[in-house]
């Protein structure tokens, strides 16, 4: 066990005990249905650099998704812009018993609170795949995603970082 020594050594610890809280709020905690995309993932419907900046650079994206840890719906609005950077806006509504109220800015979506976060994304070595480094995330590693098309359908896929809301179908606006 580690003991602190120093009032440095305190603060970090809570620093650190305040930033996995904030990461496990934000992240993971997403039903698996929600999260499930509505057909199956492959290398043949994996999006090419080129595809993705067609069809979803500059354009905005929704995703709704359902909490596992709590009666509440989530719903991202999310831009890629072709200067290298997006925005993702968050709302949220929570469900009492049979009634499903009207959707809300969400206030916990970076470490400091409030409902929109900004990064910067790019291309990562692998053919398809899109990193993005969050300003506001409480889990300060790179999240990166592929892109997936079918039918006319987009869905997301994890392929490496945190745990987040984001991997399952979207909807283009």
């Known amino acids: 066990m580690l003991v602190p020594h120093s009032l440095a050594q305190v603060v970090l610890l809570f620093a650190a005990a305040a930033l996995a809280a904030g990461a496990?709020?934000?992240?993971?905690?997403?039903?698996?249905?929600?999260?499930r995309p509505s057909f199956e993932l492959s290398d043949a419907n994996r999006m090419t650099p080129e595809q993705f900046i067609a069809r979803i650079v500059g354009r905005s994206f929704t995703y709704t998704r359902i909490q596992s840890d709590r009666p509440l719906d989530m719903?991202?609005?999310?831009v890629y812009r072709d200067d290298g950077s997006f925005s993702s806006i968050c709302e949220a509504r929570p469900r009492t018993g049979r009634e499903i109220r009207d959707w809300r800015p969400?206030?916990?979506?970076?470490?400091?609170?409030?409902?929109?976060?900004?990064?910067?994304?790019?291309?990562?070595?692998?053919?398809?795949?899109i990193c993005e480094q969050r300003t506001g995330a409480a889990d300060?590693?790179?999240?990166?995603?592929?892109?997936?098309?079918?039918?006319?359908?987009?869905?997301?896929?994890?392929?490496?970082?945190?745990?987040?809301?984001?991997?399952?179908d979207i909807v283009m606006k």
Do not use: M, N
């Open 24 to 35: 496990r709020a934000q992240g993971g905690a997403c039903t698996d249905d929600t999260k």
């Open 75 to 78: 719903r991202f609005t999310r």
């Open 106 to 129: 969400c206030t916990r979506v970076t470490a400091t609170g409030g409902t929109r976060d900004v990064g910067i994304w790019q291309f990562s070595g692998a053919r398809g795949v």
């Open 140 to 168: 300060p590693r790179p999240v990166c995603y592929s892109f997936h098309e079918q039918g006319g359908r987009i869905a997301v896929k994890l392929v490496s970082g945190p745990p987040l809301c984001l991997p399952g």
